[in-house]
């Protein structure tokens, strides 16, 4: 029988502002979880397009952006 969300672990990166290295570490970190042979979904919050395909790419998995939720399905594409 497969995990019950409750039993995955979940981590959230945030910065007080833009230019603090969010991107960079986050690209970093799923990295090194991926290459230890790990499953890990990535997400997104925010009116940005360009990470998601980053995560993507690294994690080989589509990365959902919550972004939405916050502004509106017509800021986030």
């Known amino acids: 029988m497969p995990d019950k969300p409750d ?3 979940r981590l959230v990166i945030a910065a007080p502002h ?12 799923l ?4 290459a230890r ?3 890990v979904q990535p997400f997104k ?3 940005d ?4 395909s980053y ?3 690294i994690c080989r998995r589509a990365s959902r952006n ?9 800021t986030v594409e």
């Open 7 to 9: 039993n995955f672990a």
């Open 31 to 34: 990295s090194a979880l991926c």
């Open 66 to 74: 919550f972004g939405w939720a916050m502004c509106g399905e017509g």
């Open 45 to 47: 919050i925010g009116p």
């Open 55 to 57: 995560h993507t790419m």
């Open 18 to 29: 833009s230019g603090s290295g969010k991107t960079t570490f986050t690209m970093g970190l």
């Open 49 to 52: 397009f360009i990470d998601p």
């Open 37 to 39: 042979g790990l499953a």
